[in-house]
T-cell receptor, first 111, second 116 residues
Framework: SQQGEEDPQALSIQEGENATMNCSYK?????LQWYRQNSGRGLVHLIL?????REKHSGRLRVTLDTSKKSSSLLITASRAADTASYFC???????????FGTGTSLTVIP | DAGITQSPRHKVTETGTPVTLRCHQT?????MYWYRQDPGHGLRLIHY???????DKGEVSDGYSVSRSKTEDFLLTLESATSSQTSVYFC???????????????FGQGTRLTVV
């Protein structure tokens, strides 16, 4: 399987705290993406980081990529109750046209 | 939502019956994907299409077939539904005609299929 794996599977934090989730993958990639899924809804794209980038920011999101370790992390700063959702990483290989999704991290932000 | 509509949104069917799920897009994007989502497995690719009548298999294609006779429609068929195919099915598209390279996926709202 080319699926990535997120860690932890579940995370519960207080509002205002930072949330960090990690993604490990197996193959060489063209880019890595993070998505969010609210309960009962489809996935929504958050941020894309290319294989030649090491860090990227978007609002309260910070993504890092370490291609030597085949891993990425997503940091959500100053979390809000509305950030409660599942978060997935997706990898795109250089040789394909597919998105391979990980198993997801379920984040609960307690008001 | 990039103009993606999945139908039906919910379906209950009996084991052994054929089932077809439809994904419709309004913006003529080239690449379309079918995923299934199961607890503990995340999203797994079933099939994808890179143009009219051009399709390819994903990780979990056994028991599924697809067709794309028009740019806007991508159909997923369970030829003989089994209980293991109970899942939530998502259609997705990628924009800019590049497949997955350098672009994101847009998802439909999902179809919850129960096979009894």
């Amino acid at each position: 399987s080319q699926q990535g794996e997120e860690d932890p599977q579940a995370l519960s934090i207080q509002e205002g705290e930072n949330a960090t989730m990690n993604c490990s993958y197996k193959t060489s990639i063209n880019n890595l993406q993070w998505y969010r899924q609210n309960s009962g809804r489809g996935l929504v794209h958050l941020i894309l980081i290319r294989s030649n980038e090491r860090e990227k920011h978007s609002g309260r999101l910070r993504v890092t990529l370490d291609t030597s370790k085949k891993s990425s992390s997503l940091l959500i700063t100053a979390s809000r109750a509305a950030d409660t959702a599942s978060y997935f990483c997706a990898t795109v290989a250089n040789t394909g046209n597919q998105f391979y999704f990980g198993t997801g991290t379920s984040l609960t932000v307690i008001p | 939502d990039a103009g993606i509509t999945q139908s039906p949104r919910h379906k209950v069917t009996e084991t052994g019956t054929p089932v077809t799920l439809r994904c419709h897009q309004t913006e003529n994007h080239r690449y379309m994907y079918w995923y299934r989502q199961d607890p503990g497995h995340g999203l797994r690719l079933i099939h994808y299409s890179y143009g009219v009548k051009d399709t390819d298999k994903g990780e979990v294609s056994d028991g599924y077939s697809v067709s794309r006779s028009k740019t806007e429609d991508f159909l997923l068929t369970l030829e003989s539904a089994t209980s293991s195919q109970t899942s939530v099915y998502f259609c997705a598209i990628s924009v800019r005609g590049q497949g997955a390279m350098g672009t994101e996926a847009f998802f439909g709202q999902g179809t919850r299929l129960t096979v009894v």
